[in-house]
């Protein structure tokens, strides 16, 4: 029973110091649920194609959603500490590749709310400003990670467009 106690001890004891990175053990992972500021609105809820990732200052990348008619859409961003400049994010309708939506052009808005009228795909683009350490390291073959990658949280939220008039 000793035997147990003390080995049950170095392993929790172990797991502790493997976690001491903050990007183990997939930190990024559901970051837009613990991290970014959900609605106020009690009818919006979680949808699926939120996502979260590592990302590296200039990067760019998109996701695509499926924005069904009838349905109210807010969609929000949060990052880490480490981007020290607003993240810039785009929706654009994917069958057009026509931007609907740009933050730079309002204020760096983290979030936006819109209703959908009929049913569209749209990429939500998301980019990190800064210089890529990924270019700038032409004579290091390492890039420090603490201070040139964070995580980003992108969370969909949609609800039932509410009906308007009597």
């Known amino acids: 029973m000793k035997q147990i106690i003390v080995a049950l001890f170095i392993a ?5 110091f493997s ?7 997939n930190r990024c992972l559901e970051y837009h ?5 959900r609605s106020t609105n009690k009818y919006y809820q979680i ?19 499926e924005a069904f008619n009838g349905r109210d859409y807010r969609i929000s961003i949060c990052h880490d500490d480490v981007f020290s400049k607003p993240i810039i994010f785009r929706i654009i309708d994917k069958s057009r590749d026509e931007v ?3 933050n730079t ?3 760096f808005a983290q979030d936006f709310e819109f209703t959908v009228t009929s049913t569209v795909e749209l ?12 270019t700038t390291t032409t004579h290091n073959s390492i890039i420090r990670r603490d201070s040139e990658v964070g ?3 992108l969370l969909i939220e949609f609800m039932v467009t509410p009906r308007k008039g009597f």
Do not use: A
């Open 12 to 16: 929790l004891s172990l797991q502790g």
């Open 19 to 25: 976690q001491n990175n903050d990007y183990s053990r």
């Open 33 to 37: 649920k613990n991290h970014c500021e």
């Open 47 to 65: 949808n699926s194609e939120s996502r979260s990732g590592l990302f590296h200052k200039g990067q760019r990348s998109r996701t695509l959603i």
């Open 100 to 102: 609907l939506y740009d």
């Open 105 to 107: 052009e309002d204020n």
């Open 123 to 134: 990429w939500v683009e998301v980019e990190v400003q800064g210089e890529s350490p990924l």
């Open 151 to 153: 995580c980003i949280g």
